[in-house]
């Protein structure tokens, strides 16, 4: 399958400041991406969903100001969790897929950790 | 809005038994339905993909899609204490985001 690089795998930071996670795609050019969030022990939710020089679209209950996404080129999205706080510590992860792609990809997901 | 729901387990199965794991969809014309496997803080890893009714197999996997019934499951023959893991069922159509069902939480006693 296609490979979806994500970096970094862990993060630790202070509460108040900002975390940049980068998405890749290795070998392929990602038309769309989607951002998922996964607290423990729950399932894989869907933050947002961002195309290729587009704005993202948020789901409900996400804040866009707060989890700001670039998706500037085919092979790479950005999430940056800005003024991050205890309760944003989670696992992140990216998912990739190309024009007319019949599956999607995971980059390997990052742990974020705001103390 | 699309739902994919599973029985959140957790299932105990003994080593070498059969694993049987089961979602239902509510989208009647969803046309793509994954089965990942997720180990505790890793990301999800894809096992199995099914496009068409009936059964597809792959090793010790077997997918099994019954769109009348909105209804996709997943058998894990010969159970090893490795396939210990959550098990995510989920639903994709074209660039719209994978929709997941919560999980099964399947756990092969030795």
């Known amino acids: 399958g296609a490979v979806v690089s994500q970096h970094p795998s862990w993060v630790i930071c202070k509460s108040g400041t900002s975390v940049k996670i980068e998405c890749r795609s290795l070998?392929?050019?990602?038309?769309?991406m989607f951002w998922y969030r996964q607290f423990p022990k729950q399932s894989l939710m869907l933050m947002a969903t961002?195309?290729?020089?587009?704005?993202?679209?948020?789901e409900q209950g996400v804040e866009k100001d707060k989890f700001l996404i670039n998706h500037a080129s085919l092979t790479l999205s950005t999430l940056t969790v800005t003024s991050a706080h205890p309760e944003d510590s989670s696992f992140y992860i990216c998912?990739?897929?190309?024009?007319?792609?019949?599956?999607?990809?995971f980059g390997q997901g990052t742990r974020l950790t705001v103390v | 809005q699309k739902e994919v729901e599973q029985n959140s387990g957790p299932l105990s199965v003994p080593e070498g038994a059969i694993a049987s794991l089961n979602c239902t969809y509510s989208d009647r014309g969803s046309q793509s339905f994954f089965w990942y496997r997720q180990y505790s803080g890793k990301s999800p890893e894809l096992i199995m993909s099914i496009y068409s009714n009936g059964d597809k197999e792959d090793g010790r996997f077997t997918a099994q899609l019954n769109k009348a019934s909105q209804y996709v499951s997943l058998l894990i023959r010969d159970s090893q204490p490795s396939d210990s893991a959550t098990y995510l069922c989920?639903?994709?159509?074209?660039?719209?985001?994978?929709?997941f069902g919560k999980g099964t939480r399947l756990s092969v006693i030795a």
């Open positions: 989920a639903d994709y159509s074209g660039n719209t985001p994978l929709v």
């Open positions: 961002s195309n290729e020089g587009s704005k993202a679209t948020y």
């Open positions: 998912s990739a897929a190309g024009q007319g792609a019949t599956e999607a990809f």
């Open positions: 070998d392929f050019q990602a038309t769309t």
